[in-house]
């Protein structure tokens, strides 16, 4: 996928999240539900703090054409994944020891997103590891 595409996904992608929040926002607020208004203003600026930065660094560099998948790139996402697959399983074994205090669905979501949080550490530590494709 070249980087120009991948921008306008991303900032399609992101804007109509973005907007959606901001209408089950403004939804929520008429309802006067003040907590769950405040937790859904909070995962409005934690999206915004997250996109942004992606956004600005797609923009850089597609104005350096700089490739998206280059061979150093595709290799740290495939051994972030590995290593979080790992190491989620100690997450899993966690989550199934105490299953009957909570709904199965619960359950389910908090593993993926635990999941996902280890890719991301994984994929943070190994983008910032020196002399990793040596």
């Known amino acids: ?9 991303v900032s399609i992608t992101a ?6 929040l901001v209408f089950r926002l403004i939804g929520l607020g008429k309802a006067r539900d003040l907590t769950e208004v405040y937790y859904l203003g909070v995962l409005i600026v934690i999206f915004l703090l997250v996109i942004v930065p992606v956004f600005i ?5 597609n104005r ?3 490739p998206f998948n280059d061979e150093r790139s595709n290799r ?3 051994f972030a994944a590995g290593n979080a697959y790992f ?3 100690p997450l899993w074994l966690g989550l199934l020891a105490f299953h009957k205090h909570f709904d199965q669905d619960d359950l389910l979501m908090t593993g993926l997103a635990g999941m996902v949080i280890l890719f991301g550490i994984n994929w943070l530590y190994m983008n910032r590891k020196k002399g990793f494709t040596e």
């Open 76 to 78: 740290i996402k495939m």
């Open 15 to 20: 804007s109509l999240v973005l907007l959606g």
């Open 64 to 66: 350096e054409g700089i």
């Open 57 to 61: 660094k797609l923009l850089r560099d």
């Open 87 to 89: 190491h989620s399983f």
């Open 1 to 9: 996928m070249k980087n120009k595409h991948l921008l306008w996904m």
